[in-house]
């Protein structure tokens, strides 16, 4: 149980593996794309005619299998993707075989704004858990986004806090030591699920296997395991078999020394 | 996947009730010092602290596979006066 809540927040515990929007997508005046619209509203203030503008893009349902392939390094993309539920990777990998994990996104999360002004995929974009996606063609996002400043500059603000978590990544496996490095990202992936969910959650399981761990924080998987069984001693997270869930999160942001300025939460935007 | 533990004697045993799984004996080798390395760089003081540090790589079957040992040795010398 938590007791650093601030005042006024909802809890709830929830005890089943962490399994979200899409399986439970609240009743919302945008259907399926209301996850969206309220991550873009969640760092950018959207007139209602540019959020009633994107809700009405036409758009396609596609599920994937962990680790297939949504965007692939070298390719151009002619659409623009969503996640609707799930959790999905950016990752990159070295000409000897070497896998970087490089970014995660979770539910509500645009996949590749990043096309809309870049001519190719500088990596790969895959399915972490089960996933479903909402699929606009990319010609619609762009003519919709030109004549519209507010949703340019949400467009703009999305890949700028992106941006943002990955300078942190660059502190975090350049510079943090394992039990730091691990419970920092326990901590962001925790916020920033919580940010979209709009309440906090008991029990967050883990969507990443020890070995995809390694792969994004730079340590071998061995390492990962002890510092995994390190955490679990201090009470931040449970270990049930293969599954990782956290306990603790205020034990979790004491060792991660976290501070949340770089996720850009509360961020007001300027113009409507 | 054959499956190997990584125990550690840094001052304080640590056991690895979990272990994992890897390719072979080579790769679980490659492992423990890559491992050792990565454990060395977040506090290079435990070689001072802990007189060295020690990891036995056991597999299923309970058997040791092989040891990385790292220690700091005493090598202070000064070059004769006069070359």
Redesign the interface.
């Known amino acids: 149980m938590s007791c650093n809540e601030p005042e006024g927040h909802v809890h709830r515990e929830i005890d089943a593996p962490f399994r979200w929007m899409g399986d439970a997508v609240q009743a919302h005046r945008h259907g399926r794309l209301g996850i969206f619209v309220r991550k873009l509203i969640s760092h950018s203030r959207l007139s209602a005619d540019d959020q009633a503008a994107i809700a009405s893009l036409p758009f396609s349902i596609k599920t994937l299998e962990p680790n297939d392939h949504i965007l692939r390094e070298g390719e151009r993309a002619e659409i623009c993707p969503v996640l609707l539920s799930g959790f999905a990777y950016r990752q990159k990998i070295s000409a000897d075989g070497g896998r970087q994990i490089v970014a995660l996104k979770i539910p509500g999360d645009p996949l590749d704004f990043q096309s809309l002004y870049l001519d190719r995929a500088d990596h790969n974009l895959q399915a972490l858990t089960k996933v479903e996606l909402a699929i606009f063609a990319l010609k619609d996002l762009e003519n919709l986004v030109a004549p519209r400043p507010g949703l340019a500059r949400a467009v703009l603000v999305d890949i700028l806090i992106e941006a943002s978590i990955g300078r942190e990544w660059l502190l975090n496996i350049g510079r943090r030591n394992a039990l730091t490095r691990l419970a920092h990202l326990l901590c962001e992936l925790l916020y920033r699920v919580e940010q979209i969910a709009g309440e906090t959650i008991g029990n967050f399981e883990l969507p990443l296997t020890q070995e995809q761990l390694a792969d994004l924080l730079g340590l071998t998987p061995v390492h990962i395991n002890r510092t995994l069984r390190e955490l679990e001693k201090e009470g931040a997270i449970r270990r049930v078999s293969r599954r990782v869930s956290i306990a603790d999160i205020a034990t979790l942001h004491r060792i991660a020394q976290f501070s949340d300025i770089y996720l850009h939460r509360n961020q007001s935007s300027a113009v409507v | 996947m054959p499956r190997y533990f990584?125990h550690?004697f840094d001052g304080a045993e640590?056991i690895?009730a979990?272990?994992?799984e890897l390719d072979d004996d080579a790769s679980a080798l490659r492992?423990?010092i890559?491992?050792g390395g990565?454990?060395l760089s977040?506090?290079p003081d435990m070689l001072v602290r802990d007189k060295g540090l020690r990891i036995n790589v056991t597999d299923e079957s309970g058997g040791l596979n092989c040891a990385l040992i790292v220690q700091i040795v005493d090598a202070k010398w000064r070059p004769p006066p006069g070359g």
Do not use: H, I, W, Y
Request: charged letters at 40%; glycine letters at 14%; aromatic letters at 14%.
């Open positions: 990584f550690l640590e690895d979990q272990g994992s492992e423990a890559r491992f990565g454990l977040d506090d």
